[in-house]
């Protein structure tokens, strides 16, 4: 069974540094692409950016370039999402999620495919002096 | 960047009654489209892809249609179990959006 889990909530306070982490397994880690999105509480799903464990190429959306780091051991398929400096508005829900197959032509692999399935948990950040 | 506009904000329908959800892109995304269901306190969860096939194990009343800007959701046959709320999502040039999403209410 294909299965990402995450770690569990987290209660930060402001300038506090956190990395949270989505574990892979039933499937080839370095294969897939792996994507985070954000849902703030109440709201929508938005999409922070994708990595490539094979390669630990990454790709941000303009909205959470700088904000966030996206990295990957594959040694252990493990994704991470990374702050540096937490600000009350990064509370929310952080959903890890599987994407494309990576069709690797020309020295890059891009994803195959281009939805999310499956998705974790969810892990909960509330940051809060 | 590409935009994705979902209608209605909310649909409130009795069990049994037909959905029909509505999302539109801002440019064309050829047939890369995706539907989720969303339940509360639950994860979301792949209904569709490239528009209209279903992902593995959701029931048949589940459908969707479209290509280029305009895509449906149809859920031919209300149950108690998809009332929720749904969000398309599609990918082009590295750039991935989803839509604001519908919630699917019992009326």
């Known amino acids: 069974e294909v299965q990402l889990v995450q770690s569990g909530a987290e209660v930060k306070k402001p300038g506090e540094s956190l990395k949270i982490s989505c574990k892979g397994s039933?499937?080839?880690?370095?294969?897939?692409?792996i994507g985070w999105v954000r849902q703030m509480p109440g709201k929508g799903l938005e999409w922070m950016g994708i990595?490539?464990?094979?390669?630990?190429?990454?790709r941000y959306s303009p909205s959470f370039q700088g904000q966030v780091t996206i990295s990957a051991d594959k040694s252990i398929s493990t994704a991470y999402l990374q702050w540096s400096s937490l600000k009350a508005s990064d509370t929310a829900m952080y959903y890890c999620?599987?994407?494309?197959?990576?069709?690797?032509?020309?020295?890059?692999?891009?994803?195959?495919?281009?939805?999310?399935?499956?998705w974790g948990q969810g892990t909960l950040v509330t940051v809060s002096s | 960047e590409i935009v994705l506009t979902q209608s209605p904000a909310t649909l409130s329908l009795s069990p049994g009654e037909r959905a029909t959800l509505s999302c539109r892109a801002s440019?064309?995304?050829?047939?890369?489209l995706a539907w989720y269901q969303q339940k509360p306190g639950q994860a979301p969860r792949l209904l569709i892809y490239?528009?209209?096939n279903r992902a593995t194990g959701i029931p048949a009343r589940f459908s969707g249609s479209g290509s280029g800007t305009d895509f449906t959701l149809t859920i031919s046959s209300l149950e108690p179990e998809d009332f929720a709320v749904y969000y398309c999502?599609?990918?082009?040039?590295?750039?991935?959006?989803f839509g604001g999403g519908t919630k699917v209410e019992i009326k």
């Open positions: 999620a599987r994407h494309g197959v990576g069709y690797c032509s020309g020295g890059s692999c891009s994803p195959l495919y281009n939805w999310f399935d499956p």
């Open positions: 039933g499937y080839s880690f370095t294969s897939y692409w």
């Open positions: 990595i490539y464990p094979g390669d630990s190429d990454t």
């Open positions: 440019q064309s995304v050829s047939s890369y």
């Open positions: 490239d528009a209209s």
């Open positions: 999502q599609q990918r082009s040039n590295w750039r991935i959006t």
